[in-house]
């Protein structure tokens, strides 16, 4: 059974940062280009940022570049999403996900994890 657990969501206030983790079981990391999503409650769930399984390729959304980072472990087989400078509009609940090629669309990635929540505020 493939599992993927985020954990490293909470509430903070804007301009913290927050570090979100996403480990895998039933399933080796290594061989998926990871990605992370969002989504706020009324909206679509939304692309964040994704990485290549061997870490030499990531992409953002305009949203959130510059003050996201994320970032894989394959030994641990844990990808992570450092967050900065957070803002009150960052607030969702966010997901990883494993996708057969890079992708920056839902609809590519075959696994997901249930989300964890992140809220901001002002």
């Known amino acids: 059974q493939v599992l993927l657990v985020e954990s490293g969501g909470g509430l903070v206030q804007a301009g913290d940062s927050l570090r979100l983790s996403c480990a895998a079981s039933?399933?080796?990391?290594?061989?998926?280009?990871m990605g992370w999503f969002r989504q706020a409650p009324g909206k679509e769930r939304d692309f964040v940022a994704v990485?290549?399984?061997?870490?030499?390729?990531?992409q953002y959304a305009n949203s959130v570049k510059g003050r996201f980072t994320i970032s894989r472990d394959n030994d641990k087989n844990t990808v992570y999403l450092q967050m900065n400078s957070l803002k009150p509009e960052d607030t969702a609940v966010y997901y990883c996900?494993?996708?057969?090629?890079?992708?920056?669309?839902?609809?590519?990635?075959?696994?997901w994890g249930q989300g964890t929540q992140v809220t901001v505020s002002s």
């Open positions: 996900a494993a996708a057969r090629y890079l992708a920056t669309t839902a609809t590519a990635y075959h696994y």
């Open positions: 039933g399933l080796t990391l290594s061989r998926y280009p």
């Open positions: 990485i290549t399984w061997n870490s030499d390729n990531t």
